[in-house]
């Protein structure tokens, strides 16, 4: 679409009906009244409870309900005053969503419990700058609106007032007027950007509560992928069981059936029945370790200390395993310690040439600790080429964990797994 | 032999059905979840059970709970669970009761035609067939205590036993003579101290220690 400017004096006029300059002006007039309510209101509270204290301070004289009545206010007064002005900011914030479509999030603020609910507000900075632009908005609130109306009705006040001026001073005075009228438009704008800039500012977030607000919204989302990620792979390993193990399994067995019937054969038939045979066994094994890899289900159905049971009994070496880990840590948690002591016992296996191994388990507190000791030559890394302890690191890292390898020339090598366990 | 059968793989149950009658089996019922099974159990009072350890509906260990059930509420009738995997934890449930007449096999044994039969008509008759692998995994569990005591040839033995062979059976497995093997029995219940009453009994006895059950 070709936006088609006008040109001349229609140029010039243009600004004057732009429904920016109009939404600002409302705005603008709206903020000067909601102001001036909400600022009165404030600032009768304020009074009143000074005068109280004054009165307290200064020793009450006449009707004895009078210094009832003034400890009253005094302690009132501050308790009141948050909700008031939290009250006051959302109507604020309201304005700026209805009129100019600016959304300023709301901060948040944390009630408390008991009698810290009454004080617990002036603790935070939010309310201490949400009363700041109460208090300011009356003042440069009021002032604001003045000047735009003024600007708006320049020309009708100054033909209202036409007699006060006389012959040259005439052209000056309409031509200043006619000014003003022009610039009503831009002065609309600024001034409802630069209140737009204060609100934002004071009754919207502060830079810290958006920041925490950010990490803790990462964090949910980083620990929902986790989840996510362990969630399908035990459906694919519930799939495969399912599916394609049992078919395996019937195929291998029907194979035996065979092999255990045809004995009349030719040696030929035998030898390739017994060869489809065996394949098919090392397929199924094969298959098996493979689900296993993905989620080993006895780890859903009784946890870590039989599923560490299992790792360390497929270990081709002497593994001393001891596990403490009360109450249960959540499926995620409890995969990545099973797979780290997997792909560590893995490595001794391959590389480290142990005589022996050993994996604790423990829980400490709401940590994690899982440790898996080789006495073999060392020389392990994380980054090593060939081992899964990278990938490993990442998955700890992922819920705010580590997996370190310390292991010096000559060995011993201990991996550490530290896991926050909730 | 009469067996009633659980397993809900249809594939799977038609194949152990066809294998078990041709290996001289009656299977008198064949029902596809734990629930049928028990059922079937009380109508039909087999000699042995063959059941899966994951079924509907939730798919984890309902084999294994039915298992348990049967063992309770019939001593008398043998139960062999296959297992995707073999893991000690369900072993040791299912030992837990008693060690006769009890099997806990990986499914991929059915392949092995006569073995797997052999396996049964063994569990059938009150004996007990733990798959290796479930015992390599008891024995790594128990590496720390009074097994320690026992040589490597003695733990040999043991887990034999616990796989439930017999004497002749564990001098065929481990190619040594009869004498031999019944030395290294002994030792066993001396080191575990077992006193010696009924042999049999002390076999199911250091087998229960073995499993420190």
């Not at chain 1, 604020?92 to 100019?100: D, G, I, K, P, V």
């Not at chain 1, 408390?112 to 009454?118: E, H, T, V």
């Not at chain 1, 309409?174 to 003003?180: E, I, K, P």
């Not at chain 2, 709970?65 to 139960?79: D, E, F, G, T």
């Amino acid at each position: 679409m070709t936006d088609v400017r006008p040109t001349g004096p229609m140029a010039v006029l243009r600004p004057l009906s732009s429904p920016r300059a109009w939404q600002a002006t409302f705005h603008v007039v709206a903020g000067m009244f909601l102001a001036a309510t909400t600022g009165a209101v404030i600032w009768l509270v304020g009074v009143l409870w000074w005068a109280a204290v004054v009165s307290l301070v200064e020793g009450p004289t006449g009707h004895w309900l009078l210094p009832v009545l003034y400890v009253v206010v005094a302690v009132l007064g501050p308790a009141a005053l948050p909700p008031l002005v939290q009250f006051f900011s959302a109507l604020q914030r309201e304005r700026f969503r209805a009129l100019l479509g600016v959304e300023i999030a709301a901060p948040r603020h944390d009630p408390g419990s008991g009698w810290r609910r009454i004080f617990r507000p002036w603790a935070a900075g939010s309310t201490w700058r949400q009363l700041a632009y109460n208090l300011l908005a009356p003042l440069l609130g009021i002032l604001g609106g003045a000047i735009v109306v003024l600007c708006w009705a320049a020309l009708l006040l100054a033909a209202l007032w036409a007699d006060r001026v006389s012959g040259p001073w005439y052209a000056l005075w309409f031509g200043g007027a006619t000014v003003l009228l022009l610039a009503a438009p831009w002065v609309a704008r600024g001034i409802a950007d630069a209140d737009t800039a204060a609100a934002r500012r004071l009754l919207g977030r502060g830079h810290a509560e958006e920041l925490t607000e950010r990490v803790e919204s990462l964090a949910r989302s980083r620990a929902d992928l986790v989840d996510a990620a362990d969630t399908e792979r035990r459906r694919i390993e519930r799939d495969l069981h399912d599916g394609v193990q049992q078919r395996l399994v019937s195929l291998a067995m029907n194979l035996g059936m065979a092999r255990a019937a045809f004995t009349d054969r030719s040696p030929e038939v035998l030898g390739i029945i017994a060869a489809a045979h065996d394949e098919a066994t090392a397929a199924l094994a094969e298959l098996r370790d493979f689900v296993r890899g993905l989620h080993p289900a006895v780890l859903n159905d009784w946890g870590l200390d039989a599923a560490l049971s299992g790792v360390v009994a497929r270990a081709p070496l002497p593994v001393k395993l001891h596990v403490h880990v009360a109450p249960r840590c959540s499926p995620s948690i409890e995969a990545i310690a099973y797979f780290a002591v997997s792909e560590a016992l893995t490595n001794v296996a391959k590389h480290a040439q142990a005589s022996r191994a050993e994996v604790v388990a423990e829980r400490v507190g709401d940590r994690l600790i899982v440790t898996v000791t080789d006495d073999g030559r060392g020389g392990a890394s994380v980054d090593g080429a060939g081992t899964g302890l990278r990938g490993l690191a990442q998955r700890a890292a992922a819920v705010d964990g580590s997996l370190t390898v310390v292991s010096p020339p000559g060995g011993p090598t201990t991996v550490t797994v530290h896991i926050p366990c909730e | 032999m009469r067996v009633v059968l659980a397993e809900d793989s249809v594939l799977l149950r038609g194949g152990l059905t066809k294998l078990l009658t041709d290996g001289g089996f009656e299977v008198v019922a064949a029902v596809p979840d734990a629930d049928q099974l028990l059922t079937a159990v009380d109508a039909h009072q087999p000699d042995i059970v063959v059941v899966d350890v994951r079924m509907p509906p939730t798919h984890t260990d309902e084999g294994i709970r039915a298992a348990l059930v049967i063992r309770r509420q019939h001593p008398k009738i043998a139960v062999c669970v296959l297992s995707q995997y073999v893991e000690e934890r369900y072993a040791t449930d299912l030992l837990s009761v008693d060690t006769s007449g009890v099997g806990y096999l990986l499914k991929d044994r059915v392949a092995h035609v006569s073995d797997f039969l052999d396996a049964l008509r063994r569990v059938a008759a009150g004996g007990t067939a733990l798959d290796p692998e479930v015992v390599a995994q008891l024995l790594v569990r128990r590496r720390d205590d009074p097994m320690q005591r026992l040589t490597p040839r003695e733990q040999d033995v043991l887990q034999l036993m616990a796989e439930g062979r017999s004497n002749n059976g564990i001098t065929e497995a481990l190619k040594v003579s009869h004498s031999a093997v019944e030395k290294y029995v002994s030792n066993i219940f001396t080191k575990l101290d077992l006193p010696p009453t009924d042999t049999d009994h002390r076999r199911v006895l250091a087998v229960l220690k073995y499993l420190g059950t």
